[in-house]
């Protein structure tokens, strides 16, 4: 297994109960590194960009609108395995389906607000990561 980096965001629903604390922990106590954090609040534009795979999608309204009505945690994560390990760690997107012990399942509300993103693979998660934090040198 090789080193890879992921982005997790701690999406509006979990900033704002207050659970952003947990999650990181979570991701520490889970043996990542974190190799770049911050808070921002995305507008409409940097949301509809973050998805745009998603732009021929129903959902894809909701899902911008959700991800630009408050603040969320962006943070850059770095391990073995990364991809696949955080996936694990979140669970399923529909936290009714997400297996117990995962932060979706403890923290999420349903498939439209599920606390937590993490890239889908290991390209996606260079390019998201390279989204969020353009031309920053990630220790």
Known sequence: MSVQRTLCII?????????SGHIIQRVLDEGFRIVALRQAHLTRTQAEGFYAV???????DELCTFMSRGPVVLA??????????????IGATDPAKADE???????GANLGENATHGSDSEENGLIETAYFFPGHDLL
């Open 11 to 19: 999406k509006p629903d979990a900033v704002e109960k207050k659970v």
């Open 54 to 60: 998603h732009r021929e999608r129903p959902f894809f």
């Open 76 to 89: 850059a994560l770095e391990r073995e395995d990364a991809v696949a390990h955080w996936r694990q760690v």
């Open 101 to 107: 012990g995962t932060i979706r399942k403890q923290f």
